[in-house]
């Protein structure tokens, strides 16, 4: 299988997001470029301790099984730059 973003977003959907939904929670690809995918973890997912250990053992283990060529899933943590502008709009209107 050809190491794509649709092609990724299926294999999550097939093997990965199942077992997410089970504790509440989710991932978004972020980016893939040049062998490296990047994704964010949602939900109950979003800053849970085990993501970390949940990307190593489920996600890296299931997308480089899948895509040989794939060298790493990286997550992503911090703010994504689309909560910070509705944290902001909500400030303004609260003024």
């Given at each position: 299988?050809?190491l794509?973003?649709?092609?990724?977003?299926?294999?999550?959907?097939?093997?990965?997001?199942?077992?997410?939904?089970?504790?509440?929670?989710?991932?978004?690809?972020?980016?893939?470029?040049?062998?490296?995918l990047?994704?964010?973890m949602?939900?109950?997912?979003?800053?849970?301790?085990?993501?970390?250990?949940?990307?190593?053992?489920?996600?890296?283990?299931?997308?480089?099984?899948?895509?040989?060529?794939?060298?790493?899933?990286?997550?992503?943590?911090g703010?994504?730059?689309?909560?910070?502008?509705?944290?902001?709009?909500?400030?303004?209107?609260?003024?």
């Amino acid at each position: 299988m050809e190491l794509t973003i649709e092609n990724v977003e299926k294999v999550l959907d097939e093997r990965v997001r199942p077992s997410l939904a089970d504790h509440g929670g989710d991932i978004q690809v972020m980016e893939l470029a040049g062998g490296i995918l990047k994704v964010r973890m949602l939900g109950q997912c979003s800053g849970c301790p085990s993501a970390s250990l949940t990307m190593e053992e489920l996600v890296n283990e299931e997308l480089t099984g899948a895509f040989p060529e794939l060298e790493e899933a990286v997550l992503v943590t911090g703010v994504s730059d689309d909560l910070i502008a509705q944290a902001r709009e909500l400030m303004k209107r609260r003024h």
